[in-house]
């Protein structure tokens, strides 16, 4: 089962926010697994891919010494994993394949409620807590800014209150958890979201395939999430002002409908959500019988 040359090692974090996300990404491209007894591996059934459960900060280094072949993680954990590399004179050999549509959050600069913020420049000579220090690290040195990185491993937040820090850089995606703790967000030096990371070390062809399969369903499944399929009766007459109405769709397809020569049948797949508003206006400009249906798979 664990062919190197043939099977595809991917790995996904263990236990946090990417975790639901990735299997699910997976599961929606087809895959169908068993559980190893360790929870450390997942094997595929019907496809030559295999999971692997790590911590986020491990799988760019995984990915880098080719123990994984593909691996899902935080742009944010990419890049700063990059700088570390680049910093210590290794070079990063991890590329990035495509970036997802979750995980979505920031990187920001925040200060404890009731200090002033202007710019970067107010952190000038102070102490700015941070579990990415090689990021900030640039973001200071391109401002030409001079401050101290107290660089921690968790519980950033806190810094403040407990005197060991003056500003925070930490990830924020609602903001809830910097309002708990007495902080606003002032500035954000990184966007992040999930992102695929690829081995630059040459695979076998049967392994080329495979990624380049699953990239292309992965496209499909995220094309697919906001896309519906209508279908809608129209007189003729009004086909130019529904076309118009149809929510991100390209040429639609156009049928007689069978003994009724001025209406026509109007199919076409939307990319955007298609909300009760748009049905609306789609009847107000003469539609009838309209049927939104989910798309379930797609391949361009
Ligand atoms: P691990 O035990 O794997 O090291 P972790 O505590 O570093 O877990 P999580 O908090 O699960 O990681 O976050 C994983 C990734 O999710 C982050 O690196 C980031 O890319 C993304 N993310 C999205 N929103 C947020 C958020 N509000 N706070 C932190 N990370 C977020
Ligand atoms: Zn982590």
Known sequence: MMDKATRLKVALQKSGRLTDNSLDLMVRCGLKYSRGKDQLMCYGENMPLDLLFVRDDDIPDLVQQ??????????NVIEEKRLAFQAKGVQPLFDQLMTLDYGKCRLSIAVPDGVEYKDARSLHGKRIATTYPN????????RDVQAEIVTLSGA???????GRADFICDLVSTGSTLLANHLWEAETILESQAAIITTPVPVSAEKQDWIHRLTMRIDGVQQVKESKYIMLHAPRSKLADIRKLLPGS??????????????????????????????????????????????EKMLA
């Open 135 to 142: 990021i900030l690290a640039r973001y200071l040195r391109q």
């Open 66 to 75: 080719d123990v994984c072949d593909l691996g899902i993680v935080g742009l």
């Open 156 to 162: 950033v937040e806190i810094a403040p209150r407990l």
């Open 250 to 295: 390209e040429s639609p397809t156009i049928v007689p409908l069978d003994g009724n020569g001025d209406k026509v049948a109007v199919h076409a797949v939307c990319r955007e959500n298609v909300f009760w508003e748009t049905l609306e206006s789609l009847k107000g400009a003469g539609a009838s019988a309209i049927l939104v249906l989910p798309v």
